[in-house]
C-alpha cells in the first residue's frame, strides 16, 4: 500500500482528495507539456488550489508532517551543512541540525526522491539522520533566497550591525525582514536559546550595556553582553512580533509569540517590565515537545506512580500540586492530564495564560476572556458537561469554593497552590478561607515537588561521601557507599551537569487523615500519621536521588533543606 502511495503522481493524489476534477487535471497536464513548469506550481498559478491545501494533501496521502515556512526561522548550522547550489537544485530548505541526536531536518517538495536523498546523505555524513517535512514548492524556493542570501549566526549579525544603521521603521512595518541585521539578530538569540535547551531568555539593561542571559536547567548564565546601543532595536522588535504597544514604555506589559524554530513549533510567553536603565524583557520558552513528558519518563519511584496511577482512576476529587514558581507544576498537571486525555472523557481548563495548546482539551486563558477571571470561569464550566476540570491555580477564596464545589458534585479537578509542602496545603487553604471539614474528603491526592539537575552521565566521577554529607543523607561512618560529583565535559558544555529531573513527595488521603484534617489536627500529627502509611518528604526523595547517583548532595541543598530531616545512621 505505502509503495502504491508512492508511485501516485501528484494530479492524482489531489483528485483523489478531491481538490481537483477530471477536467481541470486534463487543464493542468496540457499546460505542463506546453510550458514545463511543475505542476504543483502550475495549480497554485491557475487558482485551482492554494499552496498549503497542496501541500497538506501530500502529507496526508504519504503519511509525512507538513509544515508552513511562513513563521520559520532557520538554524545557521543546518544551512551550512548543505550548500546554497545545491539546496536550490533539488529544492531542499535544510531547517535544523541536532549535534546530540545527530539529525538534520529539511523541508522539501519530494520525499521520495531516493537519488536526492542520498545524494544528500553522501554531503552532511552517512551518520547523520535526515528527517524530512513537505513544504510547499513556492515557498521552498523563496526561503532558500532568503536565508541563504543573509548572515544568520550571532556573531556575523553583530559585526553588520556595527558597520550601519538600525532603521527603526524597517523594524515596525516588518516588510522584507532578513533585510535588517537587528530582526535576523532577535532570530539567531531565540534559535541559540531553544537549542540549548533554555526555559527562559532575559534581556535586562543596565547603565552603558544590554546583558543577555539564559535560564539553563534552573540556573541563569550570561551569554552575551551587547553595548546599550543594541537594546532599543532589540526591545522593539521583541515588542512588535509579540503584538504590544511600543510606544508604551513605561508600564509593564505581556505579550506572546510563535515561530517554528529547530524544526518543531516553539511558543514564547513574553513580559516587559520597566526599569531605571530601560525595560527588562522576559521570554519562558514553551517548547511542547521538549516540556510535556509523560509520567513514565519522569524516572519516579514506582511506589509514587502507582499511586499517582491510583488517584487518576478516582472519579471525583481534587488534586492538588504544590511548589514554588519554576518547580515544573504545569508540567506535572499537563502529565497527569495526559493520562486520563481521550474521547471518552471531556476535560476543560482555565489557565492564566494558557501554556501548551493540547488536542481533545478545551482550553481558556482567562485573562484574555472579558469578565473572567477564575471563579466565574468555573461556574461557566460547570454548565459544559465536564468530566475533569484544571484550574491553573488556587489563588483566593471565591476560586477556591468553587473549585471544591465542582469536586462535590463528582468532577476531577487538577489545580495548583503555592505552599513549600504537600502537608503546608491545609493550612494555605485554611488562610484562603475553605473550612477543615469541606477539606476532608474532597482532597484525593497533594503532590509537591522541585526541579533538581542531574548529573553528567559521561564525566561524573565516584567519591567516597564526607562526614557531614553521611551526616546529612543519614549514613553510619562505615556505611559502604559510594557517591557522585559533577566533573564538566564537552557533552554538558563543562557544567557537569545535563538535564532536570522532578523530586516528588505525594501524600494520598484517606479515611484517617481526612478525619485528622476534620478535627484540625497539627502538622505534627498528619506527617507521623502519613509516615505511618509510607508518607516520603522531598527530603527523603532527594537523598534516593543523590544515592543512585542522579544528582548531587549539593544540588538537592538547592531545593531542599536536608537538614530539617537528618534520620538516624542506617
Do not use: W
Not at 521552498?140 to 550571532?154: A, K, T
Not at 562505615?478 to 559533577?486: H, P, R
Request: charged share 25%; proline share 4%; aromatic share 4%.
Amino acid at each position: 500500500m505505502a509503495e502504491q502511495r508512492k508511485r501516485l503522481r501528484l494530479g492524482d493524489l489531489l483528485v483523489q482528495q478531491g481538490l481537483l476534477s477530471a477536467d481541470q487535471l486534463t487543464i493542468l497536464l496540457a499546460e505542463q507539456r506546453n510550458s514545463g513548469v511543475p505542476l504543483g506550481r502550475l495549480v497554485v498559478r491557475l487558482g485551482f488550489a492554494t499552496e498549503s491545501a497542496v501541500r497538506d494533501a501530500m502529507a496526508r496521502t504519504v503519511g509525512q508532517e507538513s509544515i508552513d515556512l511562513t513563521n520559520v526561522v532557520a538554524d545557521p548550522d543546518a544551512l551550512q551543512m548543505v550548500p546554497q547550489d545545491f539546496a536550490r537544485r533539488n529544492q531542499i530548505l535544510p531547517l535544523a541540525y541536532s549535534p546530540t541526536e545527530a539529525s538534520l531536518t529539511i523541508a522539501t517538495t519530494e520525499i521520495f526522491n531516493v537519488v536526492v536523498m542520498d545524494q544528500l546523505r553522501a554531503l552532511v555524513g552517512a551518520d547523520i539522520d535526515i528527517r524530512s517535512q513537505i513544504a510547499a514548492e513556492a515557498q521552498v524556493e523563496e526561503y532558500i533566497d532568503r536565508f541563504y542570501g543573509y548572515e544568520l549566526s550571532v556573531d556575523g549579525i553583530l559585526k553588520e550591525i556595527e558597520t550601519g544603521e538600525i532603521d527603526y521603521e524597517s523594524l515596525r512595518a516588518g516588510g522584507d525582514e532578513y533585510t535588517q541585521p537587528m530582526v535576523r539578530l532577535v532570530n539567531a538569540l531565540l534559535v541559540d536559546a531553544v537549542k540549548r535547551g533554555a526555559s527562559d531568555i532575559h534581556f535586562e539593561p543596565e547603565y552603558a550595556f544590554l546583558r543577555i542571559r539564559y535560564r539553563i536547567d534552573g540556573v541563569l548564565e550570561t551569554v552575551r553582553s551587547l553595548h546599550k546601543t543594541f537594546s532599543s532595536g532589540i526591545t522593539v522588535r521583541l515588542k512588535v512580533v509579540s503584538n504590544m504597544n511600543i510606544a508604551e514604555t513605561r508600564a509593564p506589559q505581556d505579550g506572546r509569540l510563535s515561530l517554528s524554530l529547530n524544526g518543531r513549533q516553539v511558543d514564547f510567553r513574553v513580559s516587559t517590565q520597566p526599569t531605571i536603565y530601560g525595560e527588562n524583557i522576559v521570554l519562558r520558552v514553551l517548547d511542547r515537545e521538549k516540556s510535556i513528558i509523560s509520567l513514565e519518563h519522569m524516572a519516579l519511584p514506582a511506589a509514587t506512580m502507582e499511586n499517582l496511577n491510583r488517584l487518576l482512576a478516582r472519579p471525583e476529587g481534587i488534586m492538588i500540586v504544590t511548589g514554588p514558581t519554576g518547580s515544573g507544576k504545569t508540567t506535572t498537571l499537563y502529565s497527569l492530564l495526559a493520562q486520563v486525555n481521550d474521547e471518552t472523557v471531556n476535560i476543560m481548563t482555565l489557565e492564566d495564560p494558557v501554556e501548551y495548546p493540547l488536542n481533545l482539551l478545551r482550553q481558556t486563558s482567562v485573562n484574555e476572556v472579558a469578565r473572567m477571571d477564575f471563579a466565574n470561569g468555573i461556574r461557566s464550566i460547570m454548565r459544559q458537561d465536564p468530566d475533569i476540570i484544571l484550574v491553573g491555580e488556587m489563588r483566593d477564596k471565591e476560586t477556591s469554593e468553587m473549585a471544591f464545589r465542582a469536586a462535590m458534585t463528582g468532577h476531577q479537578v487538577f489545580t495548583t497552590l503555592h505552599t513549600n509542602s504537600a502537608l503546608g496545603a491545609f493550612p494555605r487553604l485554611m488562610d484562603l478561607g475553605i473550612q477543615p471539614g469541606i477539606m476532608a474528603g474532597n482532597i484525593i491526592g497533594i503532590v509537591a515537588q522541585r526541579l533538581v539537575r542531574m548529573l553528567c552521565k559521561a564525566c561524573k566521577q565516584p567519591y567516597a561521601p564526607a562526614d557531614e554529607e553521611r551526616r546529612l543523607l543519614g549514613l553510619s561512618a562505615t556505611a559502604d557507599v559510594q557517591l557522585y560529583k559533577s566533573v564538566g565535559c564537552v557533552e554538558c558544555s563543562g557544567k557537569g551537569y545535563k538535564g532536570r529531573t522532578p523530586i516528588m513527595e505525594l501524600l494520598v488521603m484517606d479515611t484517617d487523615l481526612d478525619e485528622l484534617v476534620a478535627r484540625g489536627a497539627t502538622a505534627r500529627e498528619l506527617r507521623d500519621t502519613a509516615k505511618r502509611k509510607g508518607f516520603q518528604t522531598l527530603a527523603d526523595a532527594g537523598i534516593r536521588r543523590v544515592l543512585d547517583g542522579v544528582s548531587t548532595v549539593t544540588e538537592i541543598l538547592r531545593a531542599v533543606d536536608l537538614s530539617l530531616s537528618i534520620r538516624p545512621p542506617v
